[in-house]
């Protein structure tokens, strides 16, 4: 009887231990702005938008020139005055859609190198997490998931996977 009780109190605690859980969270924020790259894809994007800037103030040049034929040129006949006034209304139309067009694809850009950066934040954070057992990992970051950091904060151990 006695060797049955050892062996059952033997028998639950193994069954405890292989079914304890490890936690962790990290700020997948914090690490993806310390990435090196990161500075690389803030240029790129402010690269994109000085080329759409340029664009967008050669247009609106184009624009002031003919506003300007239409108050100052007085010799203007009545269908001169109705073809440049469209032309005026089109170009209007035309930067308009341009600046949408613009903020969406600076945009894009950005959610396209940002996700990138996380991949890597992510597969590192995997990566730490078979390495040191973790059952779940938790993005503590603003945008994250994290209710309760009741786990181990790992944040040091993802920037050291990632050399950073």
Aim: a negative charge; aromatic letters at 6%.
């Amino acid at each position: 009887m006695k060797k049955l009780i050892i062996l059952s109190i033997l028998a639950i605690g193994i069954m405890t231990e292989s079914y304890a859980q490890k936690f962790g969270h990290a700020n997948f924020e914090e690490i993806v702005s310390m990435l090196p790259e990161r500075a690389t894809a803030e240029k790129e994007v402010q690269d994109l938008q000085k080329k759409l800037e340029g664009r967008l103030q050669s247009m609106y040049q184009t624009y002031q020139t003919k506003l300007g034929e239409i108050q100052n040129d007085t010799t203007l006949s009545q269908t001169e005055s109705q073809s440049l006034g469209q032309e005026i209304q089109d170009l209007e139309k035309r930067i308009q859609e341009f600046q949408q067009t613009a903020m969406s694809e600076i945009e894009v850009k950005q959610n396209e190198l940002m996700a990138k950066m996380f991949t890597k934040v992510r597969k590192a954070a995997g990566e730490v997490g078979k390495e040191n057992e973790y059952t779940y990992i938790f993005d503590s970051s603003s945008n994250g998931s994290l209710l309760y950091a009741g786990g181990e904060d790992i944040t040091p151990l993802i920037k050291s996977q990632l050399g950073i």
